[in-house]
């Protein structure tokens, strides 16, 4: 492993796993994946939380009287400028103190500023809001990548990090579900309070069962031979990092195309085929919940097994995912009914999420131990201030923009426009795939 301010090499971990300063030995390799299934279900609800917007936008728009710009800044910047810039502070309390604690607190916060979204009453309240919901997610991903990569080796942890992944395609899915269905019955404000209550529940429930593991455990050093770098020496670190300065471009360009798509969609598909927001609702749920659920637990899996032969797939697997679902994506868009939209929606979410799983392994691998969490941070900081911040807002605007200049299906064409970044993003993933044996060769 990279020096850092203190070695990385020690004998091996004695005590499996800590937790309340009582060591767990026998039942560790049974309860990582108890500890994989609590974080995967606190990620559910995190995309839950966030992405349930996008199923009631219009019915926002209607009520609020906002423009698609508006609505591409909640969707988007509003939650992700905090989710972002709070990230790393977060991050960096993760690689030091209790990542367990920092979860539960952080799903706590959240989970209560979705519910008073419902209780917005115009562009600012419901902005206000937004941001509440991005600055209690930011302490959500960084943390828990960290935690699994304690738990899981470096050639389960794709895999590991694919199965955590999940909660984005069903996190997403239940969103639009209950969202859509919760909008036709009830309204769109009662939507947020139903998601938004039950995640303090489960705040409860993490504070309670999560386990904090000795960090280096997967790699059997023990946490007090891992001494933690300063801050300059961890950006030094990172920097000098060739595939990790490409990793965070494709990503960050790949979820701009992704979320910005993704965010409108459900209101193009309301607009375009006059439908409500139940009938929608189910059929992203579908998309995002089966398909893209099945995309990345094979992204994850398939990219594991690859690795074994080149580690390089790991890229590749990335590009080949965007290559496919980016053309599909395009062909739903000029369909003249909405079952037929469907199919390829359906067909492109098959492939969506192939790059979640051998991304977010890779960068785990790339960094030392007492970097992982600010590692993942600073992923997840450029990916989602271009990505779910600048996607749906550059759509929201490009919208309007050809809205006000006469262009007929003006959403249309701004999600066309959106989805061409996709060749900037397998760019970048191909040239990370050009240094990665490199890098990966000086962690040894």
């Not at 108890?34 to 996008?54: E, H, K, S």
């Amino acid at each position: 492993m990279i020096e850092t301010a203190g070695k990385e090499t020690g004998s091996k971990n004695p005590d499996p796993m800590r937790s309340n300063k009582r060591p767990l030995r026998e039942d560790f390799f049974s309860y990582r994946w108890l500890a994989l299934g609590i974080l995967f279900c606190v990620y559910v609800f995190n995309f839950l939380d966030r992405q349930i917007f996008a199923i009631l936008q219009e019915a926002i728009k209607t009520d609020l009287q906002l423009s698609d710009t508006e609505l591409g800044f909640l969707g988007g910047f509003a939650f992700a400028i905090f989710y972002t810039t709070l990230g790393i502070p977060i991050a960096r309390l993760a690689d030091r103190r209790s990542r367990s604690k920092i979860i539960a607190v952080s799903l706590a916060l959240w989970s209560l500023m979705t519910a008073l979204c419902g209780a917005a009453r115009g562009f600012v309240t419901l902005a206000l809001t937004r941001i509440g919901v991005g600055v209690g997610e930011a302490g959500c991903s960084p943390p828990a990548h960290s935690l699994i990569a304690d738990y899981f080796g470096p050639r389960e942890r794709s895999t590991a990090l694919a199965i955590y992944s999940l909660g984005i395609p069903v996190g997403a899915a239940l969103g639009n579900l209950i969202g859509g269905y919760v909008n036709v019955s009830l309204g769109w404000r009662e939507a947020f309070y139903i998601v938004g209550l039950p995640g303090i529940l489960l705040a409860i429930f993490v504070k309670i069962f999560l386990r904090e593991p000795a960090r280096g455990l997967s790699e059997a050093y023990t946490e007090n031979e891992i001494s933690m770098p300063p801050l300059g020496e961890v950006a030094r670190v990172l920097w000098q990092q060739r595939t990790f300065r490409q990793i965070c471009a494709a990503f960050s360009l790949t979820s701009f195309v992704i979320y910005g798509a993704l965010q409108w969609v459900p209101t193009y598909f309301i607009r375009t085929y006059s439908l409500d927001t139940g009938k929608v609702g189910m059929v992203i749920a579908i998309s995002s919940g089966l398909f893209g659920g099945i995309a990345t637990l094979i992204g994850g899996l398939v990219g594991d097994r690859l690795a074994k032969h080149d580690v390089r797939w790991l890229c590749w697997l990335s590009a080949i995912g965007m290559v496919v679902t980016t053309p599909l994506m395009i062909l739903m868009l000029f369909q003249p009914s909405f079952t037929h939209a469907t199919y390829f929606l359906y067909a492109a979410m098959l492939f969506n999420g192939f790059h979640l799983g051998p991304t977010f392994g890779l960068v785990q691998t790339l960094v030392p131990m007492r970097m992982r969490a600010l590692a993942a941070s600073i992923l997840l900081f450029a990916t989602n201030l271009v990505g779910m911040g600048m996607g749906p807002l550059f759509i929201g605007f490009v919208s309007d923009s050809l809205g006000a200049a006469g262009v007929v299906d003006p959403l249309r064409w701004a999600i066309l426009i959106g989805l061409c970044f996709t060749v900037w993003a397998v760019l970048h993933y191909l040239l990370a795939a050009r240094t990665l044996r490199e890098d990966l060769a000086m962690q040894e």
